[in-house]
């Protein structure tokens, strides 16, 4: 082995090996504004969870003289709706359907859509562009065109739009998905993982999932932002969820006709989910760049 | 051809045809022949270089090798059994017994894997248990010349070019092989650490008793590392012999043109060959006859319109080539009429043949 351990083979400093995910930690925690959307949302999430215990005031209950409150009224930090409710628990309270309208279905849409596209990508052949030109078929409609469609034919209900939100973010992420997962079938190291006689499954788990699933992720939290956004839309349409269940999208809606009355208290389910929906594009943005190894 | 051992190696009439798709249907609008009835062995324990210019065909030979690809046609036979065939040895068998070494050193480690993940995993494949398998790791990582506790939980972008190819070249050897493919896979180091990989290469041959085909494009570093080598020109074989018989006595004008373009070689051994200029031609559309014939000084008739079949020069050297010129009585004009002829031929005309 004398001529194997020459000097200058041995790398001169020792460095101590980062994991993959530490490296993205490390990046990420450079990153103010990831951090700070991240501090948002978990105020958010945190709210809408605990929301019976934090919100200050039943967000049912109706009042016939302290309707449209200004922002500010002693009892009301935020003021009060159209029939009297409490608008700061209305909003802590809605935020619970909103994001569960706004996440369930890209949870859903990110299981089916990645296998189909990892299905279709690392098959490739007949199979592939049978789930591509399908998917393709999707592509033709705007996507809250679709949403609506969908909602429409299966009616209104919180389940019903879950599902057609489900169906308008597969064909995006199954797309993703194939195109990530074609560009690492080609890499060198599938290739010397088939050739050192791993099976097709054990290829996928072990050196396709890992460095499939991390982008297709990051693509999907970005889609987060648009699926509250059709929610909310499909709530305001009265596609979603009905009155008097608070919702963002359903707030907006009923506190439309009062526009003119009290503009401020009105802007404030919109706020809501302009604020939810940037907070989650941006850190979709900053794990992103996070998680580029190369970088 | 006769060899008194039974070859590690024997390739017969190895095809295979890229199909170009186009068109709104996708359907085949040409084929490229990548590799066209491409035949030979390699002996236990020597090295085969495989030399010729870009796109001849080298890589899609070894990854028909490996069952990468599917070939068209043509039969691999390691060892006395033919791969892939009834009672044959098995894709997967095969697999165990030889390993291929990819040129991009960064592409061919899973960057989500740390070294030794990626070491372990073949073993594991064939059902060593991890903790062995990870010990098989170390144990490579020290025998490619990395220090295992330095290395083991170190991602491949950590790691330097050099580094990056020793590890897999111990990922290649955990599966214990017989054969080892190596595709230009000291191509992309600079010149210091291709030696010491080279010694490291010929270390791990004379210890593990490894069989080499070692594929480049550099005639100094094949000539110094092969025992026997051939020669492809568009998917073909045009020349194959003793590394001597080669770089000493090269017969076919192709194998004259490359080594005449070879930038450092002995000025007393060199050819007079004019060197080669042009691109060689499209794989879709090769010439008719002899591939070569579009830039070879001695292009005749017969070359355009006879295939010359590989033919034995000197036995005692395994060396062959396919041209008519080599060919006694095939109509070439340099060609004898009966024996072999004894000195290679001088070209006439010294300019570009295009
Ligand atoms: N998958 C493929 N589909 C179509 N054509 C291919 C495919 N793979 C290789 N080819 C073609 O086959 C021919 C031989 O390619 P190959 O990669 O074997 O050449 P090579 O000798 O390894 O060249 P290089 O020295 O550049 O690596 C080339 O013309 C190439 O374009
Ligand atoms: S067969 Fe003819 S064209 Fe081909 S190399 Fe020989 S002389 Fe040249
Ligand atoms: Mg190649």
Redesign the pocket.
């Given at each position: 082995m004398a001529e194997t351990t020459l000097p200058g083979l041995v790398p001169d400093v020792p460095i101590a090996s980062r994991g993959y995910w530490s490296s993205v930690f490390r990046r990420l925690s450079g990153d103010w504004t990831t951090i700070l959307c991240l501090v948002v949302l978990l105020i958010i999430i945190l709210s809408a969870v605990f929301a019976p215990w934090i919100a200050p005031a039943d967000p049912y209950k109706t009042s016939v003289i302290r309707r449209l409150k200004d922002i500010g009224t002693p009892g009301f930090p935020l003021g009060t709706d159209e029939l009297g409710r409490d608008m700061l628990s209305r909003l802590i309270h809605g935020g619970r359907l909103s994001l569960v309208m706004g996440i369930t279905p890209v949870i859903n849409a990110l299981i089916i859509g990645s296998f189909l596209g990892i299905v279709a990508g690392f098959v490739g052949g007949k199979i592939n562009m049978v789930i591509m030109r399908t998917v393709d078929v999707f592509y033709a409609f705007p996507s809250v065109l679709l949403a609506i469609a969908i909602s429409g034919a299966l009616g209104a209900g919180l389940v019903n739009s879950i599902v057609s939100l489900t169906i308008v973010f597969i064909p995006p992420i199954t797309r993703v998905a194939e195109s990530v997962t074609t560009s690492v079938r080609n890499l060198d190291f599938v290739e010397a993982a088939r050739a050192s006689g791993a099976g097709g499954f054990t290829i996928i788990r072990v050196h396709v999932l890992g460095n499939v699933l991390g982008p297709v992720f990051v693509f999907a939290t970005g889609l987060i932002s648009v699926s509250i956004i059709l929610a909310s839309g499909l709530s305001f349409l009265g596609l979603g969820v009905r009155p008097p269940e608070p919702e963002w999208g359903l707030m907006l809606n009923t506190l439309r006709q009062s526009i003119y009355v009290n503009p401020w208290v009105c802007a404030l389910p919109g706020v809501m989910i302009f604020i939810t929906s940037i907070c989650f594009n941006l850190m979709s943005d900053g794990l992103r760049s996070a998680m580029d190894v190369r970088a | 051809m006769e060899s008194k051992a039974q070859p590690l190696l024997l390739v017969k009439d190895l095809k295979k045809y890229?199909p170009?798709l186009g068109g709104v249907l996708n359907r085949k609008v040409a084929t490229?022949q990548?590799v066209d009835e491409v035949s030979f062995e390699v002996a236990k324990g020597e090295t085969l270089g495989v030399v010729?210019?870009?796109?001849?065909?080298?890589?899609?030979?070894a990854r028909l090798l490996m069952r990468l690809i599917e070939p068209d046609e043509g039969a691999v036979i390691f060892d006395g059994e033919g791969v892939g065939e009834q009672h044959g040895l098995s894709v997967r068998d095969m697999r165990r017994n030889m390993q291929m070494v990819f040129q991009d050193s960064y592409a061919s480690l899973n960057p989500r894997l740390t070294i030794e993940e990626s070491i372990a995993f073949g073993p594991k494949v064939h059902g060593v248990s991890g903790k062995v398998a990870r010990e098989r790791a170390r144990a490579l990582l020290a025998k490619v010349g990395l220090d295992p506790n330095l290395f083991v939980r170190r991602y491949p972008h950590e790691l330097s070019g050099g580094q990056r190819q020793r590890v897999n070249i111990a990922r290649a050897l955990a599966l214990e092989p017989r054969l080892v493919i190596f595709d230009?896979a000291v191509s992309a180091l600079d010149k210091s650490v291709e030696a010491q990989v080279l010694n490291l290469l010929n270390d791990l041959k004379r210890e593990m008793n490894l069989t080499y085909i070692f594929i480049s494009?550099d005639l100094n570093v094949v000539q110094y590392i092969s025992d026997r080598v051939l020669v492809?020109y568009l998917?073909k074989v045009v020349e194959t012999g003793t590394v001597e018989a080669i770089y000493g006595d090269p017969r076919h004008p192709y194998t004259r043109a490359l080594l005449a373009s070879m930038p450092s070689m002995d000025p007393g051994n060199r050819t007079t060959a004019p060197a080669l200029t042009g691109d060689p031609p499209n794989?879709i559309n090769p010439p008719s006859g002899c591939r070569f014939r579009t830039r070879c000084a001695f292009a005749e008739e017969i070359c355009a319109s006879t295939e010359p079949r590989l033919e034995m020069i000197h036995p005692a050297e395994r060396h062959a080539a396919a041209c008519h010129m080599e060919i006694a009585g095939s109509g070439h004009s340099k060609a004898m009429a009966t024996s072999p002829p004894k000195a290679p031929p001088q070209p006439q005309h010294m300019g570009v043949v295009a």
């Open positions: - | 890229f170009i490229v990548a010729g210019e870009s796109g001849c065909g080298k890589s899609t030979t230009e494009h492809m998917g794989p």
